[in-house]
Nanobody, 121 residues
Framework: QVQLMESGGGLVQPGGSLRLSCAAS????????MGWYRQAPGKERELVAA???????NYAMSVKGRFTISRDNARNTAVLQMNSLKPEDTAVYFC???????????????WGQGTQLTVSS
């Protein structure tokens, strides 16, 4: 069992900045990849940014240069710094972790409950 706790959503004006935080807790042996997805109404959930335990990052093309993901492996936390926000960034943002609960266990996907980001003037 792994739980992901998200915080930091809210209402932001276009061009503004916001920081989302995620903390993983529970029976965690390792988290290979940790990141953020988002889903707008009527749209599919899409990857926003992710980082492996070794520091490799993957960003959606639409957020490259504006968003930055960081991880603290020891604390099992991830932060998404969002700058130059646009109305099209409006969505529910979900923290995600690919984690193992023991050395010999398979890796499973875990999700946070989601936090709303609204970019509007």
């Amino acid at each position: 069992q792994v739980q992901l706790m998200e915080s930091g959503g809210g209402l932001v004006q276009p061009g503004g900045s916001l920081r989302l935080s995620c903390a993983a807790s529970g029976s965690i042996f390792s988290i290979s990849t940790m990141g953020w997805y988002r889903q707008a109404p009527g749209k599919e959930r899409e990857l926003v940014a992710a980082m492996t335990s070794r520091g490799t990052t993957n960003y959606a093309m639409s957020v490259k240069g504006r968003f930055t993901i960081s991880r603290d492996n020891a604390r099992n936390t991830a932060v998404l710094q969002m700058n130059s926000l646009k109305p099209e960034d409006t969505a529910v943002y979900f923290c995600h972790a690919a984690a193992r609960t023991s050395w010999g266990d398979y890796e499973y996907d875990y999700w946070g409950q989601g936090t709303q980001l609204t970019v509007s003037s």
